[in-house]
């Protein structure tokens, strides 16, 4: 299983960044997605979640209205569109699933808001 995070960087409070994690070694299609974050100080925490269909979705009420988690089972890739970004929104994002028992994570990708 292998996750790799992608489309992080330094954005301005107000602005955008959309998230992609690429999954391989499994069955994507049939696997639920989270994206969690980790920010300075603070404990891992999830943001959202996406069921194998796509057609269930769950936010962390920090970021609800403002984030969209979504998946693209052809191209085996989950997403999120991050707006409105706030600078508590400053964190390390990571996608995770959970195969056969263990939890795998991505390596992180570093999201920074700041004027």
């Known amino acids: 299983v292998q996750l790799v995070e992608s489309g992080g960087g330094m954005v301005q409070p107000g602005g955008s960044l959309r998230l992609s994690c690429a999954a391989s070694?499994?069955?994507?299609?049939?696997?639920?997605m989270s994206w969690y974050r980790q920010g300075p100080g603070r404990r891992r925490e999830l943001v959202a979640f996406i069921n194998s269909g796509g057609g269930r979705t769950h936010y962390v009420d920090s970021v609800k209205g403002r984030f969209t988690i979504s998946r693209d089972n052809a191209k085996n890739v989950v997403y999120l569109q991050m707006n409105s970004l706030k600078p508590e929104d400053t964190a390390v994002y990571y996608c995770?699933?959970?195969?056969?028992?263990?939890?795998?994570w991505g390596q992180g990708t570093q999201v920074t808001v700041s004027s």
């Open positions: 070694g499994f069955t994507f299609s049939s696997f639920d």
């Open positions: 995770t699933t959970h195969y056969r028992g263990s939890d795998y």
